[in-house]
């Protein structure tokens, strides 16, 4: 439950977040950034994007 307990608090703020479009913009980039750093981060898509770049010449 410790898991619940942190999600529900976040699905409520977020609930609260489509009011507003700025906030929205704003936690689309927020959410961008941090896929591209999680990207970077994990081994197994780093290999493929270092393929896919490898097989461009």
Do not use: C, N
Not at 15 to 20: A, D, I, K, L, V
Not at 30 to 56: C, D, L, N, W
């Amino acid at each position: 439950m410790p898991m619940l307990d942190f999600i529900l608090p976040v699905l409520v703020m977020i609930g609260g977040f489509w009011q507003s479009p700025i906030t929205l913009v704003v936690l689309a980039l927020g959410s961008a950034y941090m896929g591209v750093k999680a990207v970077e981060i994990i081994p197994f898509t780093r290999r493929i994007i270092e393929q896919r770049e490898a097989e461009r010449g």
